[in-house]
Structures are given as C-alpha cells and as structure tokens.
C-alpha cells in the first residue's frame, strides 16, 4: 500500500509473492526501485480494489490512511503496518521484520549485513564540517530524523540540530545565509515548475559560499538499505 513498504518487499520477496504494489512504486522520481515495480501489478491503494487481490498479508506505512486500513481488517484482510524510520536501527527492524513476515530471514540479514558495509567508514575529523539541509518550502530535517543519522554517518554536523530543531521544521533563508555552513544539502531538482522549489535557486544561496550536493530523494525518502547510497554520495562531497 505504501512506497516504502514496496521497496522493502520489492527487496526482500521470494518469486511469486508479491501480488501488486503501488503505483508510486513505478515513479522513477519518488522510487528507488521504478525499474524492478515494472515487474509485478500495480493498485491504486483503494480498500476495494485490494480486497478483491485476494492477499494473505496487506502491507501498509504509518501514513496510510487510517480508514482504508480499517476497513480492510473488517474485511477479514491481515494488515501489517510498518512504522516510520528514523534511524538505521529502525531500518534493521523493519528489514527484519518484513523478512520474518515473507519467509525470507536470510535475505533480510544479508540486506542488513550489506548496509552496514556500506556505513562503515573510519572516524570523521574534528571539527566535523558543518551541513545545512535545505528542501523545498525552506524545510530542514533535525534530531530524530532519518535524514539527520545519514549526515552523521557521512561525517557532518547537521546545522538544524545546532538550532536545537527536532524533526521537520522550516530553517528560514536568512539563518541559512548566516550560519555559513561548509556543504549545503538539496533535493532532487524535479523538471515541473513549482513555486515549493523557487527558494532553493534564490541567488542567497550561491552568495554562502559553501559547497552544494543534491541527493536523490528515491534514495532516502524511505527508510530502506538504500539509504547507505545516500551516505556514500555525501562522504565523496566531504
């Protein structure tokens, strides 16, 4: 039902398993996985068109709505909800449990056991350079987020947490523009015009200074084994 849980059973699932995924699974821009979605059927996330798939498990996101999840159980359908990411041990147990929930344990250990490849790098330089993320609509990400353990682990300090910002919040341009940070952190730059990503080309941001990376939002929009991508785009910025 959801792009994350998708991704998670695209990943982890034996042949046949998967009955459909959704939609979105088939987003080159929102999906990590766009080109392996186009293997299997695809839903347009209703209570009635699921049902009538016939499913032993729906796999659904925190985010889904409550009602469709609802009415689904009362339909007599097993719902799995899987909640948000918001660090890589979050990551593991969600791997972990989708394997558990596919009858797929080993492949799940070995997605784990390949993240944490990835992750592992020696110890960053102090002072750590100092990274802003900035989004569209001027949002950043701070403590408890996923977006903030994936610059830790690249060897950064994260701006936002400096402010003493938790979770999503928006970092106003002007704060951004005297914090001077060293890298400065965007989005994927989508090709449709829209006002949300007017600020992120706002000529304060080339007067900063600091360097600037882009990060596919696929790789980190969930909360998957694919995050350590993330982590090694942003290791080469540093």
Not at 16 to 31: E, G, K, N, Y
Not at 173 to 195: C, F, H, K, S
């Amino acid at each position: 039902m959801n792009l994350c849980t998708d991704q998670l059973a695209m990943m982890l699932t034996g042949p046949d398993q998967l009955v459909a995924v959704s939609r979105i699974a088939r987003d080159p821009v929102s999906s990590a996985l766009w080109a392996e979605a186009e293997t299997w059927p695809v839903h347009g996330g209703g209570a009635e068109e699921i049902h009538l798939l016939e499913p032993d498990i729906v796999l659904a996101g925190a985010y889904d709505p409550a009602a469709t999840v609802a009415l689904l159980r009362r339909l007599g359908l097993r719902v799995e909800v899987f909640g948000i990411e918001r660090s890589f041990d979050d990551i593991r147990a969600n791997v972990r449990r989708m394997g558990a929930l596919l009858g797929t344990e080993a492949r799940a250990e070995a997605l784990i056991g390949e993240m944490d490849g990835r992750l592992e790098a020696p110890p960053a330089a102090e002072p750590r350079p100092r990274a802003a993320l900035f989004y569209s609509n001027g949002y950043t990400s701070g403590a408890g987020t996923l977006a903030n353990e994936i610059l830790s682990a690249a060897g950064y300090a994260n701006v936002a947490v400096e402010h003493g910002i938790e979770g999503m919040a928006k970092l106003p341009l002007e704060t951004l523009v005297m914090d001077a940070p060293d890298l400065l952190v965007t989005g994927q730059d989508y090709a449709a015009p829209a006002l949300a990503q007017g600020i992120l080309g706002h000529p304060a941001t080339a007067a900063i200074g600091a360097g600037q990376v882009r990060v596919s939002d696929n790789l980190w929009a969930c909360g998957t084994p694919l995050v350590a991508r993330a982590v090694e785009g942003l290791r080469a910025a540093r």
